[in-house]
């Protein structure tokens, strides 16, 4: 079945510590993006990537980075810059650009502070 | 750049009764609107969308209509059943900074009694 996997679906960050979120998709999708939802505040997005090496920064991005080596993975590091990481995190894809079409998710991560 | 609002942020409802839950944009040029549904713990799901060439689509209990005009569109759900249970997202395209993205509402939780 063609879905997306994100891993682990529990993390837990220690202080001064970088963790990284896993996102696969096997759907062949060319857009892959990454959100942070919190209680009361709807899905914000943090990152986007539309190919290949190209990503781009959405509305909450400080505190985070991302890659885009491989059209199947895009990976989410919360750095320590991030203060108040706890949060369920989201990744979804799409076909092309993702305004005028759905967008898949995965079941998510949530991450606490130790 | 687009603004989706969403109402209820709540909704109770008894088994076998209807619910409706309502979305505004703020783009006259948007022209897709997908519905998503998250179960605790897990990604939303789309459940349905429309684009701004109808005024309403329906699929088996769920109906969604769109009014380009007053700049709304609305999730219908029919005889509600408990499983229906669940957090409910609407989204719009992005546009200016956002061009290439969903814009989400804050999400309406739905609460059916048996």
């Known amino acids: 079945d063609g879905g997306i996997t994100q891993s682990p679906k529990y993390l837990f960050r220690k202080e001064g510590q970088n963790v990284t979120l896993s996102c696969e998709q096997n759907l062949n999708h060319d857009a892959m993006y990454w959100y942070r939802q919190d209680p009361g505040q709807g899905l914000r997005l943090i990152y986007y990537?539309?190919?290949?090496?190209?990503?781009q920064k959405g509305d909450i991005a400080e505190g985070y980075s991302v890659s885009r080596e491989k059209k199947e993975s895009f990976p989410l590091t919360v750095t320590s810059a991030q203060k108040n990481p706890t949060a369920f995190y989201l990744c979804?894809?799409?076909?092309?650009?993702?305004?005028?079409?759905?967008?898949?998710f995965g079941d998510g991560t949530r991450l606490s502070i130790l | 750049g687009e603004n989706v609002e969403q109402h209820p942020s709540t909704l109770s409802v008894q088994e076998g009764d209807s619910a409706v839950i309502k979305c505004t944009y703020s783009?006259?040029?948007?022209?897709?609107f997908p519905w998503y549904k998250q179960e605790l713990g897990k990604g939303p799901q789309l459940i349905i969308d429309?684009?701004?060439?109808?005024g309403e689509k329906k699929d088996q209990r769920i109906a969604v209509t769109l009014n380009k005009t007053a700049k709304h569109f609305s999730l219908h759900i029919t005889e509600t059943q408990p499983e229906d249970s669940a957090v409910y997202f609407c989204a719009a395209p992005g546009y200016g900074g956002s061009q290439g993205n969903l814009i989400f509402g804050k999400g309406t939780k739905l609460s059916v009694k048996p």
């Open positions: 783009d006259s040029a948007s022209n897709y």
């Open positions: 429309i684009r701004s060439n109808v």
């Open positions: 990537s539309q190919i290949v090496n190209d990503f």
């Open positions: 979804a894809s799409t076909t092309g650009p993702g305004g005028n079409q759905p967008q898949h």
